[in-house]
């Protein structure tokens, strides 16, 4: 007998592939695509502009693809090197960024101070403090989810006993 509806090895469209609405509206879509980066490179020209660090990332990640998002143990030992003094600030986001991750916040402002780069947005910091502010967030975070760890284990616990005296009732019933 043959099968009918249900699913079926091999039926349907095929991952990935576009249904007819969203062909046409690609097409419609790249046949502007000159006309938003000149409106993307207007904007990032702009110094009065809000939306210049928007359109600049954007016009990166079309040219150059997104950034990879790397983890903290990827991370790990770069970071471990510019602690070290075996890298500066300036080269290890240069090796970040040959990676093609995501500068952190710590190593960009480090590398801007090493430069010797000021702008409003980047004053220069007290590595210092910077490193202990770092520091103190990381000792949280571990409290924290110490906290949920602990939390976890006694709702764990306070289950299981209600289990146990669920059946100790079944089993004197």
């Not at 016009?59 to 070290?84: C, F, T, V």
């Not at 991750?101 to 007290?126: F, H, N, Q, S």
Request: with cysteine; charged share 30%; hydrophobic share 40%.
């Amino acid at each position: 007998m043959e099968k009918r509806g249900g699913k079926r090895e091999g039926a349907g469209r095929k991952r990935g592939a576009l249904n007819a609405a969203t062909i046409g509206v690609r097409e419609l879509a790249r046949q502007h695509t000159q006309v938003a980066i000149n409106a993307l490179v207007e904007l990032v020209a702009n110094p009065e502009s809000p939306q210049r660090a928007i359109a600049a990332n954007s016009l990166l990640d079309r040219g150059y693809g997104k950034p990879k998002i790397m983890n903290d143990a990827d991370l790990e030992p770069i970071i471990l090197r510019l602690k070290s003094g075996e890298l500066t600030a300036t080269d290890c986001a240069l090796e970040i960024a040959q990676a093609g991750a995501a500068l952190p916040k710590i190593v960009e402002m480090l590398a801007m101070k090493e430069l010797g780069i000021e702008t409003p947005e980047y004053r220069v910091i007290d590595t210092e403090k910077l490193e202990l502010l770092y520091q103190i967030g990381s000792e949280e975070m571990a409290a924290k989810e110490a906290a949920l760890v602990g939390r976890g284990v006694i709702l764990e616990q306070q289950i299981n006993e209600a289990k146990a005296a669920r059946h100790h009732e079944k089993t004197a019933s």
